[in-house]
């Protein structure tokens, strides 16, 4: 069994940081891509920042400049920076990650939880 846990979600004002975490655990063999993205009221599960097992990034235009995603690939762990936050930014944020398990080389899309991250103006 695979699964990935989230933290480091919370309360900030606008303009302040925040960062979160995404730990994955149990049979893992290789984690390709993994991947932030949110959900706001109302709306669409949108993405927002994914990195390959290579360190290359891809960012929603919304968060250019302002979010950095890295991954620790020891701790099978991946971050998100969060700074200059607005409040549009508050959603739901789900940690994603492609996982290819050691019983029986699957591969398997796994989400985590979701963490909430509240801006407030």
């Known amino acids: 069994q695979v699964q990935l846990v989230e933290s480091g979600g919370g309360l900030v004002q606008a303009g302040g940081s925040l960062r979160l975490s995404c730990a994955a655990s149990?049979?893992?063999?290789?984690?390709?891509?993994m991947a932030w993205y949110r959900q706001a009221p109302g709306k669409e599960r949108e993405l927002v920042a994914s990195?390959?097992?290579?360190?290359?990034?891809k960012y929603a235009d919304s968060v250019k400049g302002r979010f950095t995603c890295s991954r620790d690939n020891a701790k099978n762990t991946v971050y998100l920076q969060m700074n200059s936050l607005k409040p549009e930014d508050t959603a739901v944020y789900y940690c994603?990650?492609?996982?290819?398990?050691?019983?029986?080389?699957?591969?398997?899309?796994?989400w985590g939880q979701g963490t909430l991250v509240t801006v407030s103006s």
């Open positions: 994603n990650a492609g996982i290819i398990a050691t019983i029986g080389y699957r591969y398997l899309e796994v």
């Open positions: 990195i390959t097992s290579g360190g290359s990034t």
């Open positions: 149990g049979s893992i063999f290789r984690i390709n891509t």
